[in-house]
């Protein structure tokens, strides 16, 4: 009961993890995957997929679902990709907006699943972009940093998605890149870890959230890497391997993976590398032909 709700997000952790490892080869086992991602397919929506196999479709488990697909090489089981994109379209709100379901929660989480699963399934033009970034753009501070929604508190996990949905659809020319990097690296606790907002604890899954909106930025080079890895590596478990939020406490696959992710982009490991935007392994990203995005070093 506690973790049903879970269990798509809990997929899409385990298989990029295992991708990172470089150890997604038991082809059973990723038929098996395929098969129960295609039973959580909720008949009640055009194409939405539910977080599991009964739950109501929402465009979290839809984004997830479609991320496992893609690495397993498996987007063509789809049964109706049309019916996918007008789930993903049909939750777009009159202020451009993205609900998350049928019963109508905001925030820029939706907007960045959505416009990532649009971009993978080549269908940004069944949007309102424009309105999309307006939208996200009132979610943007006095600091620079971004809330979940217009006039609430900024905060790291929301900066990402911000960021990365900018970053899809060529918009990140509208952030004070400078002011929003500075305010990411004050996240850097003495600890070497990061924390999601002033005053709080540092966690391991914001090597995520942080560095890769920073990589997006081209200010990564502003924090300090080492410290940052040495963090992660302190939050391993010795004994079963798993990663927690910080140092002493029990492992999960959630902060397995998203510690996987940052050590990742700092190539402090022996792990495949990862793309920031997408939080797809780069193997996938270029056998998929997906857009090239810019760092705003690339750019110019």
Known sequence: MMTEHLRMGGVYWAVSAMSLLRQLDDEQRRDDIIEWILRCRDPKT????????????????????????????????LPHRG?????IAGLQQADGSFASDAWGEVDVRFA?????????LDALDQIDVDACV??????????GSFGPVPRAESHAAYVFCAVQALALVDALEAVDVDRLGWWLCERQTPSGGFNGRPEKAPDVCYSWWILSALVTLDRAHWIDMEKLADFIALA??????????R???VPDVFHTFFGLA??????????APIHCVYALPLEVVHRMHLPVILSMYERG
């Open 262 to 271: 940052g050590l990742s982009l700092m190539r402090k490991a022996d792990l």
């Open 134 to 143: 307006d939208w996200i753009l009132r979610c943007m501070n006095y600091e």
């Open 83 to 87: 019916g996918v994109v007008a789930f």
């Open 236 to 245: 391993q478990d010795q004994e079963d391997g798993g990663i927690a939020d």
């Open 46 to 77: 055009s194409g939405g997929f539910g977080p599991n196999v009964g739950h109501d479709a929402d465009l979290v488990a839809t984004h997830y679902a479609l991320l496992v697909l893609c690495m397993f090489d498996a987007l063509e089981r």
């Open 112 to 120: 960045y699943c959505a416009l990532s699963s649009l971009t993978i």
């Open 247 to 249: 140092p002493g406490d």
